[in-house]
């Protein structure tokens, strides 16, 4: 059974940094690609950054620069490091499974705010 733990949100003023981390377990990590994701309240959820299984990299043009994504195949756990954040990064963060209409996790929260 797929099944992903997501944690490391929390509330951080802007500019500051987070790393969230998502261990995945069901599967063979290694031979798949994964995404970070996030929905803001009212709104859609969106892609953020994904992660292939060769570690190429892509990313939403709202956080180039500032939000890398990464993985570590050992651990079976997929990061996503945010720097220079802002009020408008402010979500519930998720990861899963790129292509794949896997359960969501729980997800964590991010608060950027003063």
């Known amino acids: 059974q797929v099944q992903v733990v997501e944690s490391g949100g929390g509330l951080v003023q802007p500019g500051g940094s987070l790393r969230l981390s998502c261990a995945a377990s069901g599967f063979t990590f290694r031979r798949y690609a994964m995404s970070w994701y996030r929905q803001a309240p009212g709104e859609a959820r969106e892609l953020v950054a994904g992660?292939?299984?060769?570690?190429?990299?892509n990313y939403a043009d709202s956080v180039k620069g500032r939000f890398t994504i990464s993985r570590d195949n050992a651990r079976n756990t997929v990061y996503l490091q945010m720097n220079s954040l802002k009020p408008e990064d402010t979500a519930m963060y998720y990861c899963?499974?790129?292509?794949?209409?896997?359960?969501w996790g729980q997800g964590t929260q991010v608060t950027v705010s003063s």
């Open positions: 992660i292939a299984s060769g570690a190429g990299t």
């Open positions: 899963r499974r790129t292509y794949y209409r896997d359960s």
